[in-house]
């Protein structure tokens, strides 16, 4: 399943800058798919892991998410991220859904890697600026 996103410039990006790792990553995939947990465990790059394990990591990557979730939450509600910063990010993550069909070229590919790289560190930086 990782093999697809490592052939991915933009997903391969986006993994390299998540909260998750590949081993969650491909869990999360994996749990994605219909099946018995017995059966999503074997579809793990590495092998089959036991149900456990399995279990463990899904829960992990969950728990990554929703920490990432309630961070954009935390920083919205002390009014440190301008709102236009959600609506950017927004239509960012609309777009990146889209942009798979569209076939890009390589170079586009890079662009929009860039450009998500800008928009993280203005994102980042807030809307207030401190003076030490």
């Given at each position: 399943m990782l093999e697809e996103i490592r052939n991915d410039i933009v997903a391969t990006f986006l993994l390299?800058?998540?909260n998750l790792t590949e081993a969650q990553l491909d869990t999360v995939l994996a749990s994605e798919t219909v099946g018995n947990?017995?059966?999503k465990s074997g579809l793990r790059?590495?092998?089959r892991v036991s149900?456990?394990?399995f279990a463990r990591s899904l829960g992990q990557a969950r728990d990554n998410v929703k920490s990432s979730v309630y961070t954009l939450f935390l920083l919205s509600y002390l009014d440190l991220i301008p709102e236009?910063?959600?609506a950017?990010?927004?239509r960012t993550g609309k777009m990146l859904g889209e942009l798979k069909s569209a076939e890009p070229s390589r170079e586009d590919l890079l662009k929009?890697?860039?450009?998500m790289e800008q928009f993280a560190a203005g994102f980042a930086s807030g809307k207030r600026k401190f003076i030490v």
């Open positions: 390299q800058k998540s947990l017995n059966f790059e590495k092998g149900k456990g394990s236009e910063n959600l950017q990010l927004y929009v890697i860039g450009a």
